[in-house]
DNA sequence: CTACAGTATTTGGTAGGCCATAATACGATT
DNA sequence: AATCGTATTATGGCCTACCAAATACTGTAG
């Protein structure tokens, strides 16, 4: 999103969000990053306080949320941010796993070097943002690897539903990246994905990214079955 | 929708549903079916009318659609029903082979001779469906056929994933199961499906769902682009 | 200490109104 | 007649206020 305004440029301004999109990605992003926990109540009157909106805006927004999947709608009790189970979970992983694994295929069938580049950019981006400890930095580099590899084989829907999918994993994610070792193995892993791409080796490029997922899951799955008993 | 509401005195009427939920399935199959057709102007107001309910219900409606990828919003003008162009269809069916093709392949690895009792029971009635001209009932039961490939394995997640996409391109598969041959065809793919997972052929049934949803995506692709210049 | 009645909270839903913008119709001016 | 404002209308976006029903809470009487 680069704030282009220069010449020749018709569009004279941005698309003026709504109000209720600016509720939306307040709320969402409050849910991801956990200022409201899973399992919290939803109250709209006080979301209406707190956001300085009315209860419209806000019904809304809980609807989208809803089906976005990180609202629990309780029947006469109102929205709570939905709880995240490990099954639930795992399943979120394989689906990426699926789509990522047809994307990395595609790419690699494609064989032009500018998706190599572009994956490469990401990749030591990624690495550079570990090296400064820049959690979030990580989180945007790798999702931007993703979207490079869905967008440049013209995978917009897939991208979306990994996207979609990836909201209600994010406190995961967060979680993942910050592990032992998962500075070098990471990148590792999906270095490999480039490699695999790079020499054109489709099947090679699907399995390595299933195998990039997987262990993702599998950290998850630890990291989760060790916090649920303590909670 | 049966409208069994006879017998059972108890059960007076639990709606359980919320007004929202009704009108919600109501727009959805209005859309799904034809009722409004793509590109339409879909006026809060007038919806308001149609189905006797308030904006503030029609406006969550529209948006849960919205998040469906059933409505589109153009800023400043508001929400019309979602064209669906040959590009975008190409890439859900794309992504419905990697999704069931996945979960065909989990069904012949667990071998359990339920799942293939059910799948067959779907099969038949698929098969009596085109035997009657019931269409409806052929889009039913292979909704059911690939629900049990998705549920038997307990993949919640993927078969939400699955349904969300096919909604979209539902008028494409009414179109689809209509075509020459297609009462033949369809069944022998979805029987190859099975076959395979029946042997416990993991591969097999990956690649027989996938060829399942390849067939269906380039007869929609013929329908699709022999329409277009006509309109 | 329990049971129960009353009270508060909160959702689900309704009604209606205000404002901004886009499109269209309608003039008025040249 | 062609063009250039200017009402009017339609509509979305947003708000306030209200009500009914379900739920949770609380205090009191027995």
Chains 1, 2 share one sequence.
């Not at 006080?46 to 419209?56: F, H, I, K, P, Y």
């Not at 939905?82 to 796993?97: M, S, T, V």
């Not at 592990?179 to 193995?185: A, K, M």
Request: glycine letters at 6%; one cysteine or more; a neutral charge.
């Amino acid at each position: 999103m680069s704030g282009a305004l220069k010449d020749a440029a018709i569009r004279v301004e941005r698309p003026a969000k709504t109000l209720r999109e600016l509720a939306l990605d307040k709320v969402r992003e409050a849910i991801v990053n956990g200022y409201f926990r899973p399992g919290d109540r939803l109250v709209e009157r006080d979301l209406c306080a707190q956001l300085g909106v009315s209860r419209t805006v806000v019904r809304e927004v809980l609807r989208h949320l809803e089906s976005e999947g990180l609202v629990a709608n309780l029947p006469n009790k109102g929205p709570i941010v939905a709880q995240l189970d490990i099954e639930e979970a795992k399943q979120i992983y394989e689906i990426r796993g699926a789509l990522e694994g047809m994307a990395a295929r595609l790419c690699a069938e494609r064989g032009s070097p500018e998706i190599v580049a572009a994956l490469e950019e990401s990749l030591s981006a990624i690495r550079s943002s570990y090296r400064d400890q820049d959690m979030a930095g990580v989180l945007a580099n790798t999702s931007s690897f993703y979207q490079t590899l869905f967008t440049m084989v013209d995978r917009h829907v897939a991208w979306g539903v990994v996207n979609l999918l990836t909201v209600r994993i994010n406190h995961l994610r967060s979680m993942t990246i910050k592990t032992e070792r998962r500075d070098i193995e990471g990148p590792a892993q999906m270095s490999k994905i480039v490699d695999a791409i790079r020499r054109g080796d489709g099947e090679g490029a699907q399995r390595a990214a299933m195998d990039h997922v997987a262990a993702a899951s599998a950290i998850a799955e630890a990291v989760l079955s060790a916090q649920k008993p303590a909670e």
